[in-house]
């Protein structure tokens, strides 16, 4: 299976950073790679798939960017409502799906 | 609107049985592959079980297979996973996922999820 490494694991900043996330794989993945956010006691919410397309509805200061085994989440300022936990996801393949081990970011 | 709505956790001892189910609304809902993805308490994600839209393909999570059983009813719009054997590892919130119009498993509606916890 392919193993998926997030990095960092937690991340402290303040409202109006620039915030950047890494996941690295450990086979290509092309561009099949998406990110999820999620917020303590919700279930997780679609950022960005296939590397860089933004979901509808998510905020433009969230873009995404890579392809094979180097992918990064920038939050160009960050916002209150972003202090959450993030997530990659592999897809590229339909039967072994993987996580990174998620990215929370903190209040400085 | 869509709407993923879970049911059937709760607390079940080792090796016992559960059935989780999940009533989908809002959408077509047999145009569309679904999963299960599971948490466990403050633990990252996981991926648990898929299938597609019309039941023939499923695919599991190699620590669940033998063990749980992921099905569909397309006619009642209903998801559900059987889960059999089950295990303390086996603890956590799960979420039933829909997969999105575009190719490639992306999943961009999730239910509120069902918690199991598996203790004697």
């Known amino acids: 299976d392919i193993q998926m490494t997030q990095s960092p694991s937690t991340l402290s900043a303040s409202v109006g950073d620039r915030v950047t996330i890494t996941c690295r794989a450990s086979?290509?993945?092309?561009?099949?790679l998406a990110w999820y956010q999620q917020k303590p006691g919700k279930a997780p919410n679609l950022l960005i798939y296939?590397?860089?397309t933004l979901e509808s509805g998510v905020p433009s200061r969230f873009s995404g960017s890579g392809s094979g085994t180097e992918f990064t989440l920038t939050i160009s300022r960050l916002q209150p409502d972003d202090f959450a936990t993030y997530y990659c996801?592999?897809?590229?393949?339909?039967?072994?799906?993987?996580f990174g081990g998620g990215t929370k970011v903190e209040i400085k | 609107e869509v709407l993923l709505v879970e049911s059937g956790g709760g607390l079940v001892q080792p090796w016992g049985s559960l059935r989780l189910s999940c009533a989908a609304s809002?959408?077509?809902?047999?145009?569309?592959?679904m999963s299960w993805v599971r948490q466990a308490p403050g633990k990252g994600l996981e991926w648990v079980a898929n299938?597609?839209?019309?039941?023939?393909?499923?695919y599991y999570v190699d620590s669940v297979k033998g063990r749980f059983t992921i099905s569909r009813d397309n006619a009642k719009n209903s998801l559900y996973l059987q889960l059999n054997n089950l295990r303390a590892e086996d603890t956590a919130m799960y979420y039933c996922?829909?997969?999105?119009?575009?190719?490639?498993?992306?999943?961009?509606?999730w239910g509120q999820g069902t918690l199991v916890t598996v203790s004697s």
């Open positions: 996801k592999q897809y590229n393949s339909n039967s072994a799906l993987t």
């Open positions: 086979q290509g993945l092309s561009s099949s």
């Open positions: 996922a829909r997969d999105h119009v575009v190719p490639g498993v992306i999943w961009d509606y």
């Open positions: 296939k590397a860089s």
């Open positions: 299938i597609n839209q019309g039941g023939s393909e499923k």
């Open positions: 809002g959408f077509t809902f047999s145009s569309h592959w």
